[in-house]
Antibody, heavy 117, light 110 residues
Framework: EVQLVESGGGLVQPGGPLRLSCAVS????????MTWVRQAPGKGLEWVSL???????IYADSVKGRFTISRDTSKNTVSLQINSLRVEDTAVYYC???????????WGQGTLVTVSS | EIVLTQSPGTLSLSPGERATLSCRAS???????LAWYQQKPGQAPSLLIH???TRATGIPDRFSGSGSGTDFTLTITRLEPEDFAVYYC???????????FGGGTKVEIK
């Protein structure tokens, strides 16, 4: 059974860093395309970042330069390092992935990040 | 960069009725790489349709996707109580390389 479990969310002050993790079971992270998607309270889905099978990554313009996606093959996890947090980064962050970059087969339940002073 | 526009924003229907949701792309999608997701309150999204018309594993056949180029449709032939949710379309673009979601359509009980 495939499971994605996010962790690391919480209340953070503006300007601070945060690291989100996604523990995956049921498939090998390095053989799949892994993505982070966020959803601000009461809003729609916003794509954040994708890491390709070859390890390269792409980012939404809204997070470029502040967010870094990575993976740990030994732990079968994907992480999102967030720096210089802004109030507008407040959202539920979902980890998702699958065998193709074109759509997202599997999703975690999300972790809430609240940026507030 | 391709923009996906979903309409209507909200669809008010009764169980048993047919739902037709639209997703329009600002440019023609290469190879119809369009997906649809369902999101119920308090839950993560789940994949319904990929490649414009292929149902994901376990998705009942009352859900169907169609369309090509810039105009895509998700149809739910007979709404079941569990189908009342928000639906999003999504595409992957190769130039520039980005994923894009539509703004969503909420299907609510009339």
């Amino acid at each position: 059974e495939v499971q994605l479990v996010e962790s690391g969310g919480g209340l953070v002050q503006p300007g601070g860093p945060l690291r989100l993790s996604c523990a995956v079971s049921g498939f090998i992270v390095s053989n799949n395309y892994m993505t982070w998607v966020r959803q601000a309270p009461g809003k729609g889905l916003e794509w954040v970042s994708l890491i390709y099978i070859d390890g390269s990554a792409i980012y939404a313009d809204s997070v470029k330069g502040r967010f870094t996606i990575s993976r740990d093959t030994s732990k079968n996890t994907v992480s999102l390092q967030i720096n210089s947090l802004r109030v507008e980064d407040t959202a539920v962050y979902y980890c998702a992935g699958g065998l193709t970059r074109y759509y997202l087969d599997y999703w975690g339940q999300g972790t809430l990040v609240t940026v507030s002073s | 960069e391709i923009v996906l526009t979903q309409s209507p924003g909200t669809l008010s229907l009764s169980p048993g009725e047919r739902a037709t949701l639209s997703c329009r792309a600002s440019q023609s999608l290469r190879s119809n790489f369009l997906a649809w997701y369902q999101q119920k309150p308090g839950q993560a999204p789940s994949l319904l349709i990929h490649d414009a018309s292929t149902r994901a594993t376990g998705i009942p056949d009352r859900f169907s996707g169609s369309g090509s180029g810039t105009d895509f449709t998700l149809t739910i032939t007979r709404l079941e109580p569990e189908d009342f949710a928000v639906y999003y379309c999504q595409q992957y673009g190769s130039s520039p390389r980005v994923l894009t979601f539509g703004g969503g359509t909420k299907v609510e009980i009339k």
